[in-house]
Nanobody
């Protein structure tokens, strides 16, 4: 059974950095499309960053250039390095795993497994 557990969230001031982690158990991160999503109250969950099985990445327009998604095969862990954080980046961040070669990798319906999330709060 696949299990995803996120950590690394917290409170930070605007301009600061955080690194989120997602440990996968039950399968290998290298065999799935892996992604980070985020959600704020009253809004739909939105895709932030995706890494495909071939190592190519994709980012939402709002995070491109500031966020980096990293997959560590040895640790079976997915990371999200977030730099130059803005208050608009606040929310609960979720790790997700889906089949390879997703047609719409930034959409929630494409993913089969989800973690429970980790909270990020960015103050101005």
């Amino acid at each position: 059974q696949v299990r995803l557990v996120e950590s690394g969230g917290g409170s930070v001031q605007a301009g600061g950095s955080l690194r989120l982690s997602c440990v996968m158990s039950g399968y290998s991160v290298r065999l799935y499309t892996m992604a980070w999503f985020r959600q704020t109250p009253g809004k739909e969950r939105e895709g932030v960053s995706v890494i495909n099985i071939d190592g190519t990445t994709r980012h939402a327009d709002s995070t491109r250039g500031r966020f980096t998604i990293i997959r560590d095969r040895e640790k079976n862990t997915l990371y999200l390095q977030m730099n130059d954080l803005e208050p608009e980046d606040s929310g609960v961040y979720y790790c997700a795993a889906g089949a390879p070669y997703l047609s719409r990798p930034l959409e929630t319906v494409q993913y089969d497994y989800w973690g429970l999330g980790t909270q990020v709060a960015v103050s101005s």
